[in-house]
């Protein structure tokens, strides 16, 4: 295995190859393919917001772009980050007051170093599940600032009441989580920003935090990059498609593969 550093351009064959941060999360990069003068971009998961725990997105000029569109609805747009974090900690610290753990359910990798973040200290111990504590580690030696975090010990889940846990979603109706007497849970993800899926899992606080383009992220970015042809995957493509259309930006969604990727929800 060959890492490449961003921007570097290596020649394949006839291609020109090169690595542009996404934004999505550490070290999440987009593909950069020039052939014979045209070039052509795949975004894969990007996210231009500001973002501390990862790389800055990087806007790459292109005749062509394949894009993601997992939030490809207006319906979607974000709040600021900082926003975010200060309704994480006031939840929190009003869960505490009262004794109750606050469980927050992120992704392991990407958003759960990206909620770490944003916690205040002040408000009391900040804990993560194993598989999240795991990335810490590889985060500092990137230089990403990140609070201290202490890895859960179940064994001593009862001395956790006024503690914040962070946790990957896999684990909301384990037994894992239930160790946690009369927590408070919630999900920081995109799909927050409606309330069926918040429903659908019996949680007491939704937090919307996405790593993905919102709706004017997507089309920004899009408009930006003056590629000449769009497509668009992973996601609400039809609807964007329509709406990028009626901008003169001709789009239309990439026909999936044998064995589609079903959109991944909580």
């Given at each position: ?5 961003f921007?570097?351009r ?7 190859v090169?690595f ?16 014979s ?10 996210k231009?917001d500001?973002?501390g725990t990862?790389e ?7 005749h ?17 980050e ?7 900690n ?19 990798l990407?958003?759960a170093q ?10 009391g111990p ?9 990335f ?7 230089g990403?600032?990140l ?11 009862g001395?956790?009441a006024?503690?914040?846990i962070?946790?990957?979603p ?21 799909w927050m ?5 918040r ?5 007491d606080r ?6 993905h ?12 990059t003056e ?5 668009l995957?992973h ?14 930006i001709?789009a239309k ?14």
């Open positions: 295995m060959e890492s490449l550093p921007g570097e290596r020649r394949i064959g006839d291609a020109c090169s542009h941060p996404a934004g999505h999360i550490l070290g999440s990069a987009q593909i950069r393919v020039e052939v003068g045209k070039s052509y971009v795949v975004s894969g998961d990007y231009p500001k973002d990862c800055a997105f990087e806007l790459v000029k292109c062509g772009f394949v894009s993601e569109c997992t939030f490809g609805l207006p319906v979607y747009r974000w709040t600021k900082e926003e975010v974090f200060t309704q994480i006031q939840w929190w610290a009003s869960n505490a007051e009262e004794g109750r753990p606050s469980v927050v359910f992120a992704y392991s990407g958003k990206r909620v770490l973040s944003g916690l205040d200290p002040a408000n900040i804990l993560m599940h194993p598989a999240a504590h795991a810490l580690e590889p985060y500092r030696k990137a990403i600032s609070p201290e975090a202490a890895k859960v010990d179940q064994a001593k889940t001395e956790y006024q503690a914040i962070l946790a990957p896999a684990v909301e109706e384990s037994g894992w989580t239930r160790a946690f007497k009369g927590c408070r849970k919630s999900l920081a993800s995109g920003a409606i309330r069926g899926p429903r659908r899992q019996n949680l939704g937090f919307v935090l996405s790593d383009a919102d709706w004017n992220g997507l089309v920004g970015v899009i408009s930006a590629a000449d042809e769009v497509l995957t996601g609400n493509g039809e609807a964007l498609a329509r709406y990028l259309g009626e901008k003169g001709r969604v990439l026909e999936k593969p044998s064995g589609p990727r079903e959109e991944k929800q909580p």
